[in-house]
């Protein structure tokens, strides 16, 4: 079994939508949790990171971590055509550490 | 300033043959990683360099190794090439002081024939 599991999609939304992604975790030492997004022939970049629980918002992205079920989430409001990509969850034990991904849900936007 | 560049972005081997693969970190960062993403598998972890030394090792057979020079940048070489091991190689790089500093490149699309 996988040590981070995610629905690898693909979720297909129409433009002005709520978007909910989703990963589980079994490993209990994980503190650091990270969204990418991944566009087609790029490499990941960096959208979000948490440090343990709690819920963080930047702009349109809010992330929330409940370590108590090991899942993490990412919500995306008022979706645009331009989010269309693959999102991958990752999360570390300490902060210099190795990062686990989970496999990547591919969203599309459709206008 | 410059992202981290990968070259080349596409490769085509055959089974048997072995291949290298550069990244150039951004300029300042001393630690580089590289993970193997796959359809089916994500991003899996190969290895990380800090100043030269490997840090940190992923579960992959020997037939993967890297090195790091004094400059930062960093090679990784695949021996004995298999039909598996194709994939995008992704390198990223950080200061080394941080997860969430990692920056990566768009990687390296390897066809093994």
């Known amino acids: 079994q996988k040590e981070v599991e995610q629905d690898p999609g693909p979720l297909s939304v129409p433009e002005g939508a709520i978007v909910s992604l989703n990963c589980t975790y079994s490993?209990?030492?994980?503190?650091?949790f990270m969204w990418y997004r991944q566009y087609s022939r790029k490499g990941p970049e960096l959208l979000m990171y948490t440090y343990s629980s709690g819920n963080k918002e930047d702009g349109r992205f809010t992330a929330q971590v409940d370590k108590s079920s090991k899942y993490i989430s990412l919500f995306i409001r008022d979706s645009q055509p331009s989010d269309s990509a693959t999102y991958l969850c990752?999360?570390?034990?300490?902060?210099?550490?190795?990062?686990?991904f989970g496999e990547g849900t591919q969203l599309t936007v459709n206008p | 300033k410059a992202g981290v560049t990968q070259t080349p972005r596409y490769l085509i081997k055959t089974r048997g043959q072995q291949v290298t693969l550069s990244c150039s970190p951004i300029?300042?960062?001393?630690?580089v990683s590289w993970y193997q993403q796959t359809p089916g598998q994500g991003l899996q972890f190969l290895f990380e360099y800090f100043s030269e030394t490997q840090r940190n090792k992923g579960n992959f057979p020997g037939r993967f190794s890297g090195r790091q020079f004094s400059n930062s940048r960093s090679e990784m070489n695949v021996s004995t090439l298999e039909l598996g091991d194709s994939a995008l190689y992704l390198c990223?790089?950080?200061?080394?002081?941080?997860?969430?500093?990692?920056?990566f490149g768009s990687g390296t699309r390897l066809t093994v024939v």
């Open positions: 990752a999360m570390s034990s300490t902060s210099g550490s190795r990062l686990t």
């Open positions: 490993n209990s030492a994980f503190q650091y």
């Open positions: 300029s300042g960062h001393r630690s």
């Open positions: 990223a790089s950080s200061s080394g002081r941080s997860t969430v500093g990692y920056t």
